[in-house]
């Protein structure tokens, strides 16, 4: 069982910045992927970001040039650099973590962009 906890919500300005955290605690494999998606009001849920254990990542095309995903093997732990945000990314984001054979989610986190 592996437990996910979220920071770094909230609430900024068209053009600025968040960064979110995700930590992973548990029993953890060696091959993990660890994924930021997200959902606004009435739309599917939808992947922003991932990135392997091996540093490997991954983009929607809507986020390229403006987000960042990193993480730290040591803490198990990842981020979402969040720049030049948009009211279009507006949305609860949520963390995904793929452990072997298991897969978990975080509570989200609520991302509102004001214009």
């Known amino acids: 069982q592996v437990q996910l906890v979220e920071s770094g919500g909230g609430v900024v300005q068209a053009g600025g910045s968040l960064r979110l955290s995700c930590a992973a605690s548990?029993?953890?494999?060696?091959?993990?992927?660890m994924s930021w998606y997200r959902q606004a009001p009435g739309k599917r849920r939808e992947l922003v970001a991932a990135?392997?254990?091996?540093?490997?990542?991954n983009y929607a095309d809507s986020v390229k040039g403006r987000f960042t995903i990193s993480r730290d093997n040591a803490k198990n732990t990842a981020y979402l650099q969040m720049n030049s945000l948009k009211p279009e990314d507006t949305a609860v984001y949520y963390c995904?973590?793929?452990?072997?054979?298991?897969?978990?989610w975080g509570q989200g986190t609520q991302v509102t962009v004001s214009s």
């Open positions: 995904n973590f793929v452990n072997g054979p298991y897969t978990s």
């Open positions: 990135i392997t254990r091996g540093g490997s990542t």
């Open positions: 548990g029993s953890i494999f060696s091959g993990t992927v």
